[in-house]
């Protein structure tokens, strides 16, 4: 995993040289395929000719049925053949047919409802297995007339025009812990009001920036602009290995640490001298060894009293990057497998322990991306009658070095549009999705988001063929230490750059920044935001008169040291939530010196008047302007929270 907004699994590599490719087909064995997303419980768009591609041998007639109506076509010279499939409404179970020179395929299960494409970084990829309720949530689960199609992870450096891997599974406790938690939470809420099967197509990337999922049509980029792009990327590709190797030296292929299931480097006994050091937590990439995955083995020691050694002890390893195993003087005391972002916590029994230096051991396995004890130092540590921090230097040595670099397809312009949205394209959706924004939420790059958001709309929606195509998005939930004062915020400037793409038609966005969480980037609550992209997609989509926002900056004007704010969306009234005097928190007002400082609020009919002793003429203010606004407690009756604003452009 790189960074902390990644997450793990590998990626399908695709690298092709044409503008267009197709998978290998099977044609050569005369046996017909289906073009992914298309398969057994597949949802097809209701109200919309949906083109269905596959393989079979070449040359050989191709015949589809579907619903009662069979459409005949021909494989050509490689093998492929398509048929676009009438515009239908909602309905199904139904099943679909291929035949294809003696062959035949049945796709059982089909349904006809509303498709909608969840896509962005790893809020998006988030699933209910790792958001909050998880396991009440998998059981709950009855609605098979939901289902989700995950997007294996590819990269490629030109477009392609499909891509294999993937399979339809429906909302039921199986499957609904791998679905996507803020689609499947939409889903849900959705359902109710818009009586219609619906599919969600998975397609994120954790830690992904906007520009890979830009085409290189939106980003400008002519055919010598890409060639740069992609000479470069191989010149980073090849330092990495050469940095790696100089650092590491011959790429260890065993692991001498577990010889014959016999971890010999958890031995308390062990002289681990020789070991390098690192400091934990951090990954492995910011420790130097950038590229690399495979095995390594820490080692620490901690000490006990002697009524702690007797009466057991509790150690917090954070969250390790992606499989584990940890020893206490030699005693294993706990294993996760595959779950980078799981916080790690073992008892330790007494007969583990002795009074005085215990020795812990940690085997880390990395299989893709980023690998490590990486998160908070808050979470290392080991707790008896007092708690002690584990953080800090670790000795640390090699097991098994492999090497990847996939993970930097997050970075390069176009690499993940090649790959999972142009091959979806020819597949019509009711909607999309989109949940991205904290990889550019740096520095400059938060305000060029303006510019580069609406321009992927705009393609997003020529690619399907459809300007009206509906658009929903998260806006950044709130992150980070709440500020003690007013300041300036890269993460506000993102959302402002992601407000501003509503001036285009058919958009919408859910707020998120009161359901956020200021020590994890991935918050917890994905319930609510779907509930509220949901409330968006009702408006946006379908046409129905409900309020879906919360207040939106619409004017200020200035009366007698006071600012006075209107506002869009304002539902039923606007509310100080939480406070029975009205009074409203987040608020910033300077005057011509461009000072901000906290300010006096309260609703006053349907305004809001802002003040403050200290700013005599006020010139400009500001509402929920940082990069975790907590407090900020302005809502409409309805429940829905402002939208971060600025009135100035300082």
Not at 286 to 300: C, I, L, P, Q, S
Not at 463 to 491: H, I, K, N, T
Not at 580 to 607: I, K, N, P, Y
């Amino acid at each position: 995993m790189r960074g902390h907004l990644l997450c793990e699994a590998s990626a399908i590599v695709v690298l092709v040289a044409g503008l267009t490719f197709l998978p290998a087909s099977p044609a050569a064995a005369g046996e017909p395929r289906l073009a992914a997303p298309a398969g057994d419980g597949m949802v097809l768009q209701r109200d919309a000719p949906v083109p269905i591609r596959g393989w079979a041998k070449a040359g050989a007639p191709v015949a589809v049925t579907f619903a009662g109506a069979t459409l005949a076509t021909r494989a050509d010279a490689g093998g492929a053949w398509s048929v676009t499939l009438p515009a239908r409404p909602a309905g199904g179970p139904f099943d679909l047919t291929v035949a294809a020179g003696g062959e035949h395929l049945l796709v059982a299960d089909v349904l006809v409802g509303d498709v909608w494409l969840c896509s962005g970084q790893s809020n998006m990829e988030w699933a209910v297995a790792w958001a909050a309720d998880a396991a009440a949530e998998i059981a709950a689960a009855n609605d098979p007339r939901i289902r989700h199609f995950k997007m294996p992870r590819a990269w490629a450096e030109r477009p392609l025009a499909a891509q294999p891997g993937g399979a339809w599974r429906p909302a039921l406790p199986p499957d609904v812990g791998a679905f996507t938690a803020v689609g499947y939470y939409f889903a849900r809420s959705l359902r109710p009001h818009v009586d219609v099967p619906i599919g969600l197509l998975d397609a994120t990337w954790g830690g992904s920036r906007i520009e890979p999922w830009m085409s290189a049509r939106a980003l400008a980029l002519d055919e010598a602009a890409m060639q740069r792009i992609l000479a470069a990327e191989e010149d980073w590709a090849k330092d990495v290995r050469a940095r790696l190797r100089a650092r590491v030296g011959a790429l260890p292929d065993r692991d001498g640490g577990l010889v014959d299931g016999r971890p010999l480097w958890a031995d308390p006994d062990l002289d681990d001298a020789s070991w390098a050091p690192i400091e934990v937590p951090a990954r492995w990439e910011e420790a130097g060894f950038e590229g690399m995955d495979g095995v390594a083995w820490y080692r620490t020691v901690f000490e006990l009293s002697a009524g702690e050694a007797r009466s057991g002890v509790r150690i917090s390893l954070g969250t390790i990057d992606d499989s584990d195993v940890a020893w206490v003087n030699g005693h294993e005391v706990g294993r996760t497998t595959l779950a980078w972002n799981q916080p790690r916590v073992y008892a330790v029994p007494p007969a583990c322990l002795h009074e005085g230096p215990n020795v812990l051991a940690v085997r880390v396995e990395d299989t893709g991306g980023g690998g490590g004890i990486w998160g908070s130092k808050e979470l290392l540590f080991v707790e008896g009658a007092r708690r002690r921090p584990l953080a800090g230097a670790w000795r640390f040595r090699l097991g098994v070095v492999t090497v990847s670099l996939d993970f930097h397809k997050t970075e390069v312009p176009t690499m993940i549009f090649n790959a999972m949205v142009h091959p979806l394209q020819s597949y019509p959706v009711a909607g999309v999705l989109w949940y991205q924004g904290e990889s550019n939420a740096g520095g400059a790059d938060a305000f060029a988001y303006r510019r580069l958001f609406p321009a992927l709309i705009a393609d997003w929606r020529a690619g399907w063929g459809r300007r009206d195509l509906p658009f929903l998005w998260v806006q950044l939930a709130g992150y980070m230490p709440a500020a003690s004062e007013p300041a300036e915020s890269s993460w506000a400037v993102l959302r402002e750059s992601q407000t501003a793409a509503l001036a285009l038609p058919r958009t919408a966005q859910a707020i998120a920044i009161d359901i956020g969480d200021a020590d994890d980037i991935h918050p917890a609550n994905k319930q609510e935001v779907g509930r509220r992209l949901a409330l968006a997609a009702r408006k946006v989509a379908y046409g129905q008169d409900v309020v879906h926002s919360g207040p939106s900056y619409r004017r200020h004007e200035v009366r007698d040291g006071r600012v006075v704010i209107a506002f869009d969306h304002a539902g039923s009234g606007l509310v100080a939530r939480g406070d029975a005097s009205g009074s409203l928190q987040g608020f910033a007002v300077a005057g011509a010196d461009r000072r901000f400082v906290w300010a006096e609020a309260a609703v006053a009919g349907d305004t809001v008047q802002v003040w403050s002793d200290r700013v005599r003429e006020p010139v400009a203010v500001r509402y929920s302007w940082a990069d975790n606004p907590a407090g900020a407690n302005l809502y409409n009756r309805e429940g829905l929270p402002a939208g971060p604003f600025r009135t100035d452009g300082w």
